[in-house]
Protein backbone atom coordinates (compact mmCIF):
# COMPACT_ATOMS: atom_id res chain seq x y z
CA UNK A 1 0.00 0.00 0.00
CA UNK A 2 1.76 2.94 -0.89
CA UNK A 3 1.22 5.84 2.33
CA UNK A 4 -0.70 9.45 2.26
CA UNK A 5 0.98 11.69 1.65
CA UNK A 6 0.17 13.54 5.19
CA UNK A 7 1.92 10.23 6.68
CA UNK A 8 4.82 10.00 5.29
CA UNK A 9 5.50 14.21 5.70
CA UNK A 10 4.70 13.25 9.67
CA UNK A 11 7.08 10.33 10.04
CA UNK A 12 9.90 11.96 7.80
CA UNK A 13 10.08 15.71 8.69
CA UNK A 14 11.63 17.60 6.48
CA UNK A 15 14.97 19.21 8.36
CA UNK A 16 15.61 22.67 9.03
CA UNK A 17 17.21 24.47 5.62
CA UNK A 18 21.05 24.83 6.21
CA UNK A 19 23.10 25.99 3.80
CA UNK A 20 26.29 24.12 4.65
CA UNK A 21 26.08 20.20 3.60
CA UNK A 22 25.76 17.72 6.18
CA UNK A 23 25.24 20.62 9.14
CA UNK A 24 22.27 19.35 11.78
CA UNK A 25 19.18 20.59 11.91
CA UNK A 26 18.37 23.05 14.76
CA UNK A 27 16.99 22.39 18.08
CA UNK A 28 14.22 24.92 17.38
CA UNK A 29 13.66 26.58 21.04
CA UNK A 30 10.27 28.52 21.51
CA UNK A 31 9.56 31.39 21.04
CA UNK A 32 11.90 31.89 18.24
CA UNK A 33 14.53 34.99 18.67
CA UNK A 34 14.28 37.35 15.11
CA UNK A 35 18.31 36.85 15.27
CA UNK A 36 20.40 34.18 17.28
CA UNK A 37 24.47 34.69 17.17
CA UNK A 38 26.21 31.65 18.80
CA UNK A 39 29.65 31.52 19.56
CA UNK A 40 30.77 33.98 16.85
CA UNK A 41 34.17 34.60 16.40
CA UNK A 42 35.88 36.59 13.61
CA UNK A 43 39.49 37.86 13.66
CA UNK A 44 41.98 39.94 11.22
CA UNK A 45 45.60 38.84 11.25
CA UNK A 46 46.26 38.85 14.97
CA UNK A 47 43.61 40.82 16.25
CA UNK A 48 40.74 38.86 17.34
CA UNK A 49 38.17 41.44 16.28
CA UNK A 50 35.09 39.35 17.35
CA UNK A 51 35.93 36.71 20.32
CA UNK A 52 32.88 33.93 20.92
CA UNK A 53 29.98 36.40 21.42
CA UNK A 54 26.47 34.77 21.99
CA UNK A 55 23.49 37.06 21.74
CA UNK A 56 19.66 36.78 20.54
CA UNK A 57 17.90 40.28 19.14
CA UNK A 58 13.98 39.04 20.39
CA UNK A 59 10.95 40.63 17.97
CA UNK A 60 9.92 44.18 18.19
CA UNK A 61 12.68 44.91 20.51
CA UNK A 62 15.34 47.98 20.70
CA UNK A 63 18.67 46.39 21.27
CA UNK A 64 22.10 48.73 21.99
CA UNK A 65 25.47 47.93 21.60
CA UNK A 66 28.02 49.97 23.12
CA UNK A 67 31.54 49.12 23.66
CA UNK A 68 34.86 51.59 22.60
CA UNK A 69 36.48 52.17 20.17
CA UNK A 70 37.69 48.85 18.39
CA UNK A 71 35.93 46.50 20.19
CA UNK A 72 33.96 45.04 17.69
CA UNK A 73 30.91 46.67 16.94
CA UNK A 74 31.11 47.25 13.64
CA UNK A 75 32.61 44.15 13.03
CA UNK A 76 29.74 42.32 14.32
CA UNK A 77 26.90 44.77 12.01
CA UNK A 78 29.05 43.13 8.89
CA UNK A 79 29.05 40.08 10.48
CA UNK A 80 25.47 39.96 10.72
CA UNK A 81 24.41 41.70 7.32
CA UNK A 82 26.96 39.14 5.26
CA UNK A 83 29.78 41.98 4.24
CA UNK A 84 32.11 39.12 6.54
CA UNK A 85 32.06 35.60 7.28
CA UNK A 86 32.36 34.37 10.63
CA UNK A 87 35.29 32.09 11.06
CA UNK A 88 33.92 30.10 13.81
CA UNK A 89 29.90 30.50 15.39
CA UNK A 90 26.43 30.17 13.69
CA UNK A 91 23.82 32.78 13.08
CA UNK A 92 20.58 32.12 12.69
CA UNK A 93 17.84 34.67 11.07
CA UNK A 94 13.77 33.66 11.94
CA UNK A 95 15.48 30.40 12.73
CA UNK A 96 17.64 29.82 9.45
CA UNK A 97 21.18 29.45 9.31
CA UNK A 98 22.44 32.59 7.79
CA UNK A 99 25.91 32.85 8.35
CA UNK A 100 27.88 32.87 4.54
CA UNK A 101 24.79 33.80 3.05
CA UNK A 102 25.50 37.44 0.76
CA UNK A 103 23.98 40.38 1.64
CA UNK A 104 21.66 40.97 -1.09
CA UNK A 105 19.90 37.76 0.09
CA UNK A 106 19.81 38.72 3.99
CA UNK A 107 18.64 41.94 2.55
CA UNK A 108 15.56 39.83 0.37
CA UNK A 109 15.24 37.81 3.96
CA UNK A 110 14.36 41.20 5.80
CA UNK A 111 17.59 42.69 6.96
CA UNK A 112 19.01 45.68 6.46
CA UNK A 113 21.56 48.28 8.10
CA UNK A 114 22.71 51.65 7.76
CA UNK A 115 26.84 52.78 7.88
CA UNK A 116 28.99 54.55 9.84
CA UNK A 117 29.97 56.87 7.57
CA UNK A 118 26.39 57.26 5.42
CA UNK A 119 26.77 56.58 1.94
CA UNK A 120 23.55 58.21 -0.29
CA UNK A 121 24.24 57.88 -4.04
CA UNK A 122 25.46 61.79 -4.12
CA UNK A 123 24.73 62.33 -7.58
CA UNK A 124 21.10 60.97 -7.16
CA UNK A 125 18.08 63.02 -6.01
CA UNK A 126 16.56 62.70 -2.48
CA UNK A 127 13.57 60.27 -4.07
CA UNK A 128 16.02 58.18 -6.77
CA UNK A 129 18.28 57.37 -3.45
CA UNK A 130 15.31 55.80 -2.05
CA UNK A 131 13.71 54.16 -5.70
CA UNK A 132 16.97 52.30 -5.57
CA UNK A 133 16.15 50.67 -1.91
CA UNK A 134 12.69 49.74 -3.39
CA UNK A 135 13.33 48.21 -6.71
CA UNK A 136 15.94 46.02 -5.44
CA UNK A 137 14.29 45.14 -1.51
CA UNK A 138 11.73 42.99 -0.60
CA UNK A 139 8.91 44.17 -2.52
CA UNK A 140 10.44 45.38 -5.65
CA UNK A 141 8.38 47.92 -6.33
CA UNK A 142 8.93 50.11 -9.32
CA UNK A 143 6.93 52.74 -11.12
CA UNK A 144 4.17 54.77 -9.90
CA UNK A 145 3.11 52.56 -7.07
CA UNK A 146 7.10 53.21 -5.71
CA UNK A 147 7.00 56.79 -6.25
CA UNK A 148 3.91 56.44 -3.72
CA UNK A 149 5.40 54.84 -1.23
CA UNK A 150 9.11 57.04 -1.26
CA UNK A 151 6.93 60.07 -0.64
CA UNK A 152 5.56 58.17 2.37
CA UNK A 153 9.14 57.02 3.25
CA UNK A 154 10.24 60.60 2.91
CA UNK A 155 7.75 62.05 5.34
CA UNK A 156 8.22 59.24 7.83
CA UNK A 157 11.64 60.07 8.59
CA UNK A 158 10.81 63.88 7.58
CA UNK A 159 12.53 64.09 4.35
CA UNK A 160 9.20 65.30 3.01
CA UNK A 161 9.10 68.17 0.42
CA UNK A 162 12.75 67.45 -0.22
CA UNK A 163 12.54 64.74 -2.72
CA UNK A 164 14.30 66.54 -5.99
CA UNK A 165 16.62 67.70 -4.31
CA UNK A 166 20.46 66.71 -5.17
CA UNK A 167 21.46 63.80 -1.84
CA UNK A 168 24.73 65.69 -2.20
CA UNK A 169 23.03 69.21 -1.21
CA UNK A 170 21.45 67.47 1.87
CA UNK A 171 22.85 68.28 6.25
CA UNK A 172 24.56 65.40 7.97
CA UNK A 173 21.07 64.65 9.61
CA UNK A 174 19.30 64.58 6.81
CA UNK A 175 21.99 62.23 4.80
CA UNK A 176 21.15 60.02 7.71
CA UNK A 177 17.63 60.16 7.37
CA UNK A 178 18.23 59.48 3.66
CA UNK A 179 20.29 56.75 4.52
CA UNK A 180 17.44 55.59 6.88
CA UNK A 181 14.60 56.38 4.29
CA UNK A 182 17.00 53.89 1.86
CA UNK A 183 16.86 51.06 4.21
CA UNK A 184 13.12 51.14 5.12
CA UNK A 185 12.63 50.95 1.52
CA UNK A 186 13.54 47.44 1.34
CA UNK A 187 11.08 46.56 4.08
CA UNK A 188 12.76 45.10 6.95
CA UNK A 189 12.24 42.87 9.52
CA UNK A 190 15.12 43.87 11.59
CA UNK A 191 17.30 47.25 11.23
CA UNK A 192 20.75 47.44 12.25
CA UNK A 193 21.99 50.83 12.74
CA UNK A 194 25.79 51.88 12.91
CA UNK A 195 26.13 55.36 14.49
CA UNK A 196 23.26 57.13 13.67
CA UNK A 197 23.47 59.92 16.14
CA UNK A 198 26.68 60.32 15.43
CA UNK A 199 27.65 64.09 14.62
CA UNK A 200 23.88 65.24 15.42
CA UNK A 201 23.42 68.02 17.50
CA UNK A 202 21.93 67.19 20.94
CA UNK A 203 18.13 68.43 19.79
CA UNK A 204 18.88 66.53 16.17
CA UNK A 205 19.79 63.21 18.57
CA UNK A 206 16.51 63.62 20.52
CA UNK A 207 15.11 63.42 16.87
CA UNK A 208 16.48 60.52 16.23
CA UNK A 209 15.42 58.71 19.25
CA UNK A 210 11.48 59.71 18.40
CA UNK A 211 12.54 57.97 14.63
CA UNK A 212 13.80 55.11 16.13
CA UNK A 213 11.06 55.29 18.53
CA UNK A 214 8.61 55.64 16.04
CA UNK A 215 9.64 52.96 13.54
CA UNK A 216 9.95 50.36 16.19
CA UNK A 217 6.04 50.69 17.32
CA UNK A 218 5.35 50.42 13.48
CA UNK A 219 6.79 46.85 13.59
CA UNK A 220 10.39 47.33 13.39
CA UNK A 221 13.23 45.43 15.23
CA UNK A 222 16.34 47.83 15.90
CA UNK A 223 19.69 46.89 17.10
CA UNK A 224 21.79 49.97 17.21
CA UNK A 225 25.62 51.22 17.81
CA UNK A 226 26.12 53.92 19.83
CA UNK A 227 28.92 56.44 21.65
CA UNK A 228 26.24 58.67 22.57
CA UNK A 229 25.24 56.63 25.95
CA UNK A 230 22.56 58.45 27.25
CA UNK A 231 20.76 58.17 24.36
CA UNK A 232 21.26 54.24 23.85
CA UNK A 233 20.54 53.74 27.29
CA UNK A 234 17.29 55.98 26.64
CA UNK A 235 16.29 54.19 23.56
CA UNK A 236 17.16 50.58 24.20
CA UNK A 237 15.05 47.85 25.77
CA UNK A 238 18.27 46.00 26.72
CA UNK A 239 22.13 46.55 26.03
CA UNK A 240 24.55 44.56 24.99
CA UNK A 241 28.29 45.84 25.83
CA UNK A 242 31.51 44.41 24.00
CA UNK A 243 35.01 44.91 25.10
CA UNK A 244 38.17 43.96 23.22
CA UNK A 245 35.70 41.62 21.21
CA UNK A 246 34.18 39.50 24.00
CA UNK A 247 30.51 40.32 25.04
CA UNK A 248 30.57 41.65 28.77
CA UNK A 249 27.49 42.36 29.35
CA UNK A 250 23.64 41.78 28.41
CA UNK A 251 20.65 43.67 30.31
CA UNK A 252 18.33 45.61 30.60
CA UNK A 253 20.00 49.76 30.46
CA UNK A 254 19.56 50.38 33.96
CA UNK A 255 21.47 47.25 35.16
CA UNK A 256 24.42 47.56 32.51
CA UNK A 257 24.97 51.23 33.75
CA UNK A 258 25.69 50.41 37.52
CA UNK A 259 27.67 46.88 36.31
CA UNK A 260 31.59 47.46 37.82
CA UNK A 261 33.24 45.64 35.03
CA UNK A 262 31.10 47.91 32.18
CA UNK A 263 32.35 51.17 34.22
CA UNK A 264 35.56 49.84 34.14
CA UNK A 265 36.39 49.69 30.87
CA UNK A 266 34.00 52.07 28.86
CA UNK A 267 32.01 54.42 31.13
CA UNK A 268 35.00 55.21 33.11
CA UNK A 269 31.87 56.65 35.37
CA UNK A 270 28.40 56.21 37.12
CA UNK A 271 25.61 57.56 34.94
P1 LIG B 1 34.25 49.27 16.59
O1 LIG B 1 33.19 49.39 15.55
O2 LIG B 1 33.77 48.76 17.92
O3 LIG B 1 35.03 50.57 16.75
P2 LIG B 1 35.58 47.48 14.71
O4 LIG B 1 34.67 46.33 14.56
O5 LIG B 1 35.59 48.49 13.62
O6 LIG B 1 35.33 48.18 16.13
O7 LIG B 1 37.08 46.94 14.87
C1 LIG B 1 37.41 45.92 15.80
C2 LIG B 1 38.88 45.55 15.59
O8 LIG B 1 39.06 44.90 14.34
C3 LIG B 1 39.83 46.77 15.57
O9 LIG B 1 41.04 46.39 16.19
C4 LIG B 1 40.00 47.03 14.10
O10 LIG B 1 41.24 47.67 13.84
C5 LIG B 1 39.95 45.61 13.52
N1 LIG B 1 39.40 45.60 12.17
C6 LIG B 1 38.12 45.85 11.82
N2 LIG B 1 37.92 45.69 10.51
C7 LIG B 1 39.13 45.33 10.00
C8 LIG B 1 39.60 45.01 8.69
N3 LIG B 1 38.78 45.03 7.63
N4 LIG B 1 40.92 44.68 8.55
C9 LIG B 1 41.73 44.61 9.61
N5 LIG B 1 41.36 44.89 10.87
C10 LIG B 1 40.08 45.25 11.07
MG1 LIG C 1 32.46 51.06 14.41
Known sequence: MIP??????????????????????RKTKHPVSLLELESVS??????????????????????????PNGSGKTTLFNLVSGALVPEAGEIFFQDERV????????????????????????GLTVEENVLVGLGYGREKLTGAPARVKTAELL????????????????????????????????SPK?????????????SETAAAIRLIRDMQRGGLT????????????????RIVVLSAGEKIADGAPTNVAKDPHVIEVYLGETI
Not at 42 to 62: D, Q, R
Not at 190 to 202: Q, V
Not at 222 to 237: F, G, K, N, Q, Y
Open 4 to 25: KLSALARDNPVPKKCIFAGCRA
Open 99 to 122: DGLPPYRLCHRGLARTFQLVRPFL
Open 42 to 67: KSFGGVTAVNNVSLTVEPGEILGIMG
Open 155 to 186: NSVGLGGRSDRLASTLTVMDRKRLELARALAT
Open 190 to 202: LLLLDEFMAGLTP
Open 222 to 237: VVLVEHIVWALLDVSH
